[in-house]
C-alpha cells in the first residue's frame, strides 16, 4: 500500500463506511484518519464529519478525495478537516502533506490554492456553513421541523446543529443565538 511506503511507522486501520470510521475511531487510538468524502452512509459527508471533528477533537482528520472541487475542498476545512489531499497528487506532495499534518500544520492543496500555499491558514468561520442555514432558518421563525424538512435532514439532526449553535454563540436559546449572530453580522 502507498501510504505504508509513505509512512512506514504508521499502524493502518482500512474501513469502508462512516459508520466503521466511527467504529474504529471508539476503539482504538488514531491520530490521522484519512477518509474519502465517497464512503457510504446514512447521512451526507457534510453531517458526518462535523461530528468526527468534534466529537474526536484530537484525531487530526485529512481527506484523501478524487474530488478536486475547490468549493469542496474549502468546505470540508470549514468542517473541520486538518488536510486535503487529492488523488492525483505525486507521492513526494502526498508525503509531505502527511507528514505536515501529523506535525500539527494544516495542508491545503496549491494548485487549488496558490495564494494560501505560502501562509498560514486564517481562522476558520465562526459558523459551518449548515449552521450558517440553520440560524438564518431560525431567524425566520421556523420550527426543528421545517428546518428539516427545508435541509433535507433529521429533527434530531437539526436539534444537534441548534446545540452547537448555542455552544458556539455562547447562547442558552434560539433568541439568544439569532441576536448573537445579528450581532456578528453572520445574518441580516
Known amino acids: 500500500m502507498v501510504f505504508n511506503a509513505l509512512l512506514p511507522q504508521m499502524e493502518l486501520y482500512q474501513v469502508s463506511t462512516w459508520g466503521e470510521v466511527r467504529s474504529t475511531l471508539q ?3 488514531v491520530d490521522l484518519a484519512l477518509l474519502d468524502l465517497s464512503m457510504p452512509s446514512e447521512c451526507a459527508w457534510q453531517e458526518e464529519l462535523p461530528r468526527l471533528c468534534q466529537q474526536y477533537s484530537t484525531v487530526k ?3 484523501l478525495s478524487a474530488c478536486a472541487v475547490p468549493q469542496v475542498i474549502q468546505e470540508t476545512f470549514q468542517l473541520g478537516v486538518k488536510g486535503y489531499i487529492t488523488k492525483l497528487m505525486d507521492i513526494e506532495e502526498m508525503q509531505a502533506a502527511l507528514v505536515k499534518i501529523m506535525a500539527g500544520g494544516i495542508y491545503f492543496p496549491p494548485q487549488f490554492f ?9 481562522s476558520p468561520p465562526l459558523l459551518t456553513r449548515r449552521q450558517q442555514e440553520i440560524v438564518t432558518l431560525l431567524a425566520r421563525g421556523n420550527s426543528n421541523k421545517q428546518i428539516g424538512l427545508t435541509l433535507g435532514v433529521t429533527e434530531n439532526t437539526v436539534k444537534r446543529h441548534v446545540y452547537d449553535l448555542f455552544k458556539v454563540l455562547n447562547a442558552t436559546n434560539r433568541v439568544e443565538a439569532i441576536e448573537a449572530s445579528r450581532r456578528r453580522g453572520l445574518i441580516a
Do not use: K, T
Request: glycine share 0%; aromatic share 6%.
Open 27 to 29: 476503539q482504538r487510538s
Open 61 to 63: 482528520f485529512c481527506i
Open 114 to 122: 496558490p495564494a494560501q500555499a505560502a501562509v498560514p491558514a486564517a
